[in-house]
Structure formats: C-alpha cells, structure tokens
C-alpha cells in the first residue's frame, strides 16, 4: 500500500486567509496562476470585496493530515448569484416558486474572476484526484447537515474538476468564451495575415483611425506601475461602472493590495490622446496566459475599446511568448477579431432530488445548444479558408 493510501486526511472548514496559510500554500501553485494565488484571495478578503455585505463569506477547505496541511480549496458560502458569471438566478427563482431556498450555496470560485484555472492546491505528496475524491464523499453530510441547497465548481481546469464517482451525483454546465491563441507569430502583422483580405483590412483601419486621431498606447509592468497609476486606473475603471449604472465590484484598496503583492504579474495598459490619459486596462499574466480583466475611459471613443483590451494585449503575448490571452467572458466581438470560441465547464452538486433532475435535464440541452452555436461560431473566425480548416473547437 503506498504512503498516500495510508494517509489519514480530515477536512477543515476556514474563515478567511491569514499569512502563514498564504506562505504555506504559494509555493504549490506552480502553474503561476495569478487568481489561485491565495495572496490574490486574502487582498480580496482584506480590501472587503468578498465579505457576507457582498454575498461571500469565505469558507476554505483545508486538506489536513494531523496538523499538515496538505491541500487548499477555496470556497465561499453565498447569498446571492452575483460575480460568478455561471447564471444561475433562474434556478434560484424556481425553488423560491415552490417554497424552497437556493441560497445559502456554496461555491468553490474565485470571486468575480470568470476564468479557468486550478481550483484546488496540494503538497506533492498528495494528487488532486485523492483529495476531489474525499471532498467529494464528504460533500453529501455537509450540504444535508448544514441545510444548504448546493455545491458548485466554476471554471475549473481539466486537473482540478471534480470527476464522477460511485453514489456521486453531480451536473456538468458548459459554456463558451472566446480565447486567443499564439500560433509562433512573429507579430501583429503575421497574426493578421491569417485573416481573410476584408477582415484584415478592417482591423488595420480600426488600428490606423485611433493613430490618426491623436491617441497613443503604453504598456507598463511590474515595478514600473506606480501607486498613483493604480489610483488614476481605479478613476477610470469606476466612471465606467458609473456610465452604466452599474456598482463595481472591486475598491481602490483591493488594486493597491494588488500592486503591492503581485506587482510583477500586472500589467497596465494606458491609452492616450494628445498626451491625455484617457483610459486604460489591467490585466494580470502568468507564465503562459495573459488575462484581461479590468477596463475602465473617461471617453467613448470609436475602437477604443478594442485597441486597449485585445490588440494590445495580442501585441504583449507575442512579444512575451504567451501561449494563450484570456479576455474575459462574453463578447461575441471578439471572434471577428480571431479569439476563438473555447468551452467552459463548471460542475454543480444539488441538494434537492426533484430540483437535481430538472436542472440536469435543462444542462443536458444547454450542452447540446453550446456545442451547436461554438460549431456556428467557428464558421465566424476571420482566417482564411485553409487556416479555418485547422482550427480546433
């Protein structure tokens, strides 16, 4: 019997991340992943934004063997549906139709980060299966004992998405998004030269119109991004959610947090004209994606948008020798600009029997649909016939 067999592993419940705990568990993320990142998680905590006055109250799931930690999953216990980005209000309003309460739920994400990665961290001498595994035999007791409706898991990577075992019940979602992805480009220019002559012509004008009207783009990194560049940046992320009406998520605090501890994974993207700052969008990368997330303009402008958050994050991932741009989630703008449909999934674990059957039965033709409208919108990339032919789904 191997030594992992033999390991005795509890699982703990946590309320929030401390330091130690973040030391302990940085040095597993070794894919880099900005958003795993427990120090990611606790600026969160720590700035505010995930509180119970939001809707999130931590929850961790601390893997442990006596007083080893051995595993980390980030959890929170929700009541409301905001910031996941995986729709679930129409369920949420069926169980209240008929007398029941969806919320509490709980849910293992990263707050407001639509995007995949790892959802789970662990000492090299434990697997994600082995830990997934027992999490999920645990699972059952805990949502019955606790009187919560549900277990969700959004956006995680292949490694870390919990897979079907015995007496297990759980529902597959999928979704689609729309990635870039590097294909050994030397730069912008071979990037275009894929595309179709009208589609590559029409990103050029888009480039060229911006120039003309007097606006200029500076990428800045790492140590370079100062605090009173966080501060502007949070003026015109917040004028944005203004503009909508629509409250933002994130603080001032938080971003500062963000420079301070994971400076050297941002990256600012500022738009000027006439040596104006105008607008600008931070992103965050590891070693091989580069992930843009926040975006905020004191002016609408005609292909502003499209400048600062896709062409040039293009132009850094190739010059950076990134695998993969990750944008966001939604916009189906972005497939004539050569990001490609990419299907997500999240796995939900309900509760109620009857509720259970009929949220898998309505996932099971969602699937049906996604695959469907991520075959129509491949038809819809802007590459030429025979690069078309070699696009993947």
Avoid at 195 to 222: A, N, P, T
Avoid at 342 to 354: K, R
Avoid at 358 to 383: H, S, T
Wanted: aromatic share 14%; proline share 3%; with cysteine.
């Amino acid at each position: 019997m191997s030594a992992i067999k033999q390991m005795t592993i509890k699982i703990e419940i946590c309320d929030g991340l401390n330091p130690d705990l973040v030391a302990t568990v940085c040095d597993w993320n070794t894919k880099q992943n900005p958003f795993i990142n427990p120090q990611f998680l606790m600026s969160l905590e720590l700035s505010s934004c995930v509180t119970s006055n939001s809707g999130w109250v931590a929850q961790h799931v601390l893997f442990k063997s006596g007083s080893k930690l051995l595993g980390f999953m980030p959890m929170y216990l929700k009541f409301n549906s905001s910031g996941e980005f995986v729709f679930d209000w129409d369920w949420a309003r069926a169980y209240q139709e008929h007398g029941l309460d969806y919320y509490p739920k709980l849910i293992t994400a990263i707050p407001f980060i639509p995007s995949v990665g790892p959802r789970l961290l662990h000492h090299s001498s434990v697997t994600s299966a082995q830990l997934l595994e027992l999490w999920q035999r645990a699972l059952p007791a805990l949502l019955t004992n606790n009187q919560i409706s549900g277990w969700h898991c959004l956006f995680a990577d292949q490694e870390t998405q919990p897979k079907q075992i015995e007496n297990s019940e759980f529902i597959v979602r999928n979704d689609c998004q729309y990635h870039w992805l590097n294909q050994n480009y030397a730069n912008f220019e071979s990037f275009l030269a894929r595309f179709k002559s009208r589609k590559r012509k029409q990103i050029k004008k888009e480039r060229s119109k911006l120039k003309q009207q007097g606006f200029r783009f500076e990428r800045v990194q790492g140590d370079q991004i100062s605090n009173s560049m966080v501060e502007e940046f949070y003026q015109f992320y917040q004028s944005t959610y203004d503009r909508y009406g629509h409250q933002e998520h994130l603080n001032l605090s938080f971003f500062k947090l963000l420079r301070e501890h994971q400076s050297s994974q941002l990256l600012l993207i500022r738009a000027f004209k006439d040596d104006v700052w105008q607008a600008a969008a931070l992103c965050l990368f590891d070693n091989e994606t580069l992930y843009g997330r926040y975006w905020g303009s004191h002016i609408e402008q005609q292909g502003l948008h499209f400048e600062t958050c896709y062409y040039q994050g293009i132009e850094f991932c190739i010059e950076n020798n990134l695998l993969k741009f990750d944008p966001g989630t939604q916009g189906q703008h972005k497939v004539v600009r050569g990001f490609e449909p990419t299907l997500t999934t999240s796995v939900h674990v309900i509760e109620h029997a009857q509720f259970r059957h009929a949220i898998d039965e309505f996932c099971k033709k969602e699937r049906d649909w996604v695959g469907q409208y991520m075959m129509e919108a491949n038809q819809k990339l802007p590459f030429s016939m025979t690069e078309n032919e070699s696009v993947k789904n």
